[in-house]
């Protein structure tokens, strides 16, 4: 844990660039939910900007694999923001798709459940409100281990989502007790403001943007520690071109057959 806090303060601004763009994401694509408070929607500028919400959370996908893949590669060295682009750009589909597979699974089943529930019933479909709690939670508790491992096996071994899957299983999730908590907290942080909605706004914004900043710090850290349970980094070999193959030598061609019974005479 000391390690992956001094890499974090030793490469202090790309983790406030990282840091600002997963609390604009979450402020700005939460000010357009019904649930948002009356205030946010209020003001046009802010209607304006919560359209942004999208593209920061797509510029993280790309920002924050590449930042934890300069750090598995070069540790506490400070990179410029182009590296991190540069390097984080082949993760993008890999981490949307990942992140497709947590979210559209437990959508599906809570449809089926509200109208399954509605038609046994001989009603309308229950609110769902009424359902979404106890199946969250437990939906939640199920994907721990693949929110914490899986991103960290995609960044730091270059593999697929299906080869991380299965490298996976080999790590058990209570032996790094550290991980699940600190992620259950980090997923907890955002929701402590709801406690302040009957204060005064400013204080409610205030605490708004320091648990989404907490939060997001703390899911760098249970990032990078899983980063290092998983061991060394690796690469993905694209071809098998021994010349652009670095673990291969290349040999030269055989010589023609005449030619080797020259050799032989001399």
């Not at 060394?232 to 670095?246: F, H, K």
Request: glycine residues 6%.
């Amino acid at each position: 844990m000391k390690q992956t806090i001094a890499i974090l303060r030793s490469r202090w601004p790309e983790v406030a660039v990282l840091l600002a763009v997963w609390t604009g994401s979450a402020i700005l694509g939460s000010s357009s939910h019904p649930s948002g408070s009356a205030e946010w929607a209020k003001s046009g500028i802010l209607h304006c900007l919560s359209y942004l919400g999208l593209p920061l959370t797509l510029l993280g996908w790309i920002l924050e694999p590449g930042f934890v893949r300069l750090v598995c590669l070069r540790g506490q060295a400070r990179q410029p923001f182009a590296e991190m682009w540069r390097t984080g750009l082949p993760f993008f589909w890999r981490m949307f798709g990942f992140g497709l597979l947590l979210i559209l699974p437990a959508i599906f089943v809570l449809f089926f459940i509200t109208r399954a529930a509605g038609y046994l019933s001989h009603t309308a479909p229950p609110n769902l409100k009424d359902v979404m709690a106890p199946f969250v939670g437990g939906w939640f508790v199920l994907l721990i281990k693949p929110a914490v491992y899986m991103p960290a096996l995609i960044i730091n071994k270059d593999c697929g989502i299906y080869d991380a899957w299965k490298r996976m299983r080999s790590y058990p999730i209570l032996r790094e007790l550290r991980l699940p908590v600190l992620f259950l907290l980090s997923w907890l942080i955002p929701s402590c403001p709801k406690f302040l909605t009957g204060t005064m706004p400013e204080l409610l914004y205030v605490a708004t943007v320091t648990a989404q900043v907490a939060s997001a710090f703390i899911w760098l850290v249970v990032l990078l520690e899983a980063v290092r349970v998983v061991g060394p980094p690796e690469e993905r070999i694209v071809t098998s071109n021994p010349i652009a193959d670095p673990t291969q030598t290349p040999q030269p061609p055989p010589l023609p057959a005449a030619h080797r019974k020259h050799r032989k005479r001399r």
